[in-house]
């Protein structure tokens, strides 16, 4: 072989090595944490982050089997690659004594990354302290969210389980293009604010094949949140999907192209749920889409309620500015634990439109349930149970 050739393979093996070099392994362990459930690890996964996102290469942090510690961490980019992922074998536990995390709005919260991926874990939020805390109604800190991204994009989360938040369990703000699926989370049906998977300003995100009881919304939609995509959900215990509260701001964005396809309520608050503050806004909810949805024994399975208004406090005028258009009910079928399974309470000032109810078939105790409306219009087609006051 001449020089030049096995020069140029020199090079060749250089170059290929390079580009698709196998990901740099990080192992939380040689960073010093510890799978005893009771050593502080908070600096070891820290120090195995910043090696991560440091790294112009990809990343993987393993985080074997095993209990570890974590107070509230920061997971900040912008990194010098867009491929970190993190794979969990373990569990992460929060200090049990909620007043450790003082004000943290998050436990585990990534910000400004892109390219971040989750597989497996356990996050055990050990709420309970805080929730009887709220419930025996003294006066107590808010809680943190057990896992939040913001300012992200290319988010991946798959088989996470997320047990007993001590506020939300996963929030997604400011982020765009995240995928999740087969997420598992539990909390106690009476555990307060404890919302599954919560969404806002934010863009392409899919949740897929999760099962969320917990005892608030099962998935709860804010302001700005647009192209979100929900397919095979099951929700309960819990307030069932939500669109709302929308409207609490003057100026608020919108929320545009939700589809919620093949979902199951058991027991649940709520269904299907559009919710607006009676105030002033210009916020809207609009292109809605629920479809294939099973309904068991659930308080209110359809409903629309724009005079949402506690203790009828700073609502001037009472009256909803959120503009609530095109939303779509397709083949929802199932029980209703009260009388009225479907409910339309639109704002008297932009009443909803281009309400659509095909194949709807919802009973309460074996009976036809009723259906009530307010300031709302649009078409139904197929077999529409009970029958449509649109
Ligand atoms: C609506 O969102 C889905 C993803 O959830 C996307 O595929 C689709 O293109 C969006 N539709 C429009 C009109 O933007």
Redesign the pocket.
Known sequence: MSTYRLLFLALLFLFVNSSFAAAVELNVISFGAKADGSTDSTKAFLAAWAHACGSTKPATINVPKGTFLLRNVDFSGQCNNNAITIRIDGTLVAPADYRVFENANNWISFQNVDGVSIFGGILDGKGTGLWACKNSGKDCPSGATSLSFSNSKNVFIIGLTSLNSQMFHIVINGCQNVKMQEVKVSAAGNSPNTDGIHVQLSS?V?ILNSRIQTGDDCVSIGPGAT???MENIACGPGHGISIGSLGKDQNEAGVL?V?VKTATFLGTQNGVRIKSWARPSNGFARNIVFQHVVMKNVQNPIVIDQNYCPGNKNCPGQVSGVKVSDVTYQDIHGTSATEVAVKFDCSSKYPCTGIRLEDVKLTYKNEAAEASCNHAGGTTSGVVKPTSCL
């Open positions: 392409s899919t192209n979100l995509w192209n589809t």
